[in-house]
């Protein structure tokens, strides 16, 4: 690995770095498709930096349905045509009874991460209100199918469903812009949520904070382009844009912001 690509990342996401040079490695010396699990932003946007390097390759990125937040990558030589069946994902409603109990993003994904199946093998849990739907990766879906049978105590079925069936999600993202002192993660929450810099500085150290899907304890943690912060009680926000810096240094964001 080329020490220079190193120093445009953070020192915890150089396993992602040789993964994904890994990857492109292979489709450069085999002339075949590669195809990722399920990728955060964050690792799409890295993955995607590392292919711009290789002009020989192309690569395409589908989660499902347009607007995916988590998305498997197809890396492949430039003559190479990709159809969306090769990206190897089946989308499954969660038969369960409605009138008995709720369900919700944090009891779908825990239950899917109890049968052992890692989180880069599922995709979006998506849900209109009362219909919950996930994709997972192919290769794993059976052995889920036949895993998942309750959500706490109440007994569920997943049913393979046909992507025309999707459900339109339904979420409160909203874009906001935002002007911070730093890219710190006390700062970023405390500007969105309107609370104190102590507030969230106790959130982040008693583990209510996740960055990327990992806990994160330390409130001086330097956020990125792509980042996704997960505040538990709070929402959720995604760095989508650097707008650069204003006259007295301070940072220019642009975000999507999810408040419960």
Sequence with gaps: M?????????????????????????????YAPFLTDF????????????IRQSTDLSYRFFGGYEAAERRRCLIYPDYYVPTTDEFDMTLFTINYPKKFTVLSHGKVLGTLMG?????????????????????????VSQFV???VDKIGHVSVRLEETKYTELVMPKDGWTEEHETVSSLRL???ISAVYHISRQRSKQLIESGKVKVNWTEVLRPDFVLDLLDIISVRGFGRIQIQGLEGTTKKEKVRLLLGVLRK
């Design 145 to 147: 199918q036949l895993q």
């Design 39 to 50: 990728l955060d932003p964050r690792q799409a946007y890295i993955l995607e930096s590392l």
């Design 2 to 30: 080329n020490a220079n690509v190193y120093q445009h990342f953070r020192n915890d996401e150089r396993p992602f770095i040789d993964s994904a040079e890994g990857w492109i490695e292979q489709v450069q010396m085999q």
């Design 115 to 139: 049968t052992g199946v890692k989180r880069e093998y599922f995709g979006d849990i998506l849900s209109d209100g009362e219909t919950w739907q996930v994709f997972v990766a192919s290769e």
């Design 186 to 188: 006390d700062t970023v």
